[in-house]
């Protein structure tokens, strides 16, 4: 399984970045993949995550409203759609996948990192007050 992360930069406050994660190695329809981020000096927050199988989706308080995840399946691909961003949301993106828990996203502990089996490489946003 590899995970690709691609999208980041610089950005202003109140503008946007999407993301991208181009997933591949999957033997399995069922898994999720799942967004997390890493500010300077903080652990990996977990702040959404989408179901391959049915396009369910889940995310964190902090990003709820502001944030969108989607799936393109033919593409491999799940897309993180960040709008109104703010200066604390400056992080190392990256993605991860958990091919093991069924109904992760059903679980309000769906945001920890040891749920999550494989990672990108991570991708740096910026955004600039």
């Known amino acids: 399984v590899q995970l690709v992360e691609s999208g980041g930069g610089l950005v202003q406050t109140g503008g946007s970045v999407r993301l991208s994660c181009v997933a591949s190695?999957?033997?399995?329809?069922?898994?999720?993949i799942g967004w997390f981020r890493q500010a300077p000096g903080k652990g990996r927050e977990g702040i959404s995550c989408?179901?391959?199988?049915?396009?369910?989706?889940v995310y964190s308080d902090s990003v709820k409203g502001r944030f969108t995840v989607s799936s393109d399946n033919a593409k491999n691909t799940v897309y993180l759609q960040m709008n109104s961003l703010k200066p604390e949301d400056t992080a190392v993106y990256y993605c991860?996948?958990?091919?093991?828990?069924?109904?992760?996203?059903?679980?309000?502990?769906?945001?920890?990192?040891?749920?999550?089996?494989?990672w990108g490489q991570g991708t740096q946003v910026t955004v600039s007050s």
């Open positions: 991860a996948a958990d091919l093991t828990v069924m109904g992760l996203l059903s679980q309000s502990t769906w945001h920890e990192t040891h749920w999550y089996d494989y």
């Open positions: 190695g999957f033997s399995t329809d069922d898994y999720v």
């Open positions: 989408i179901s391959h199988r049915d396009g369910s989706t």
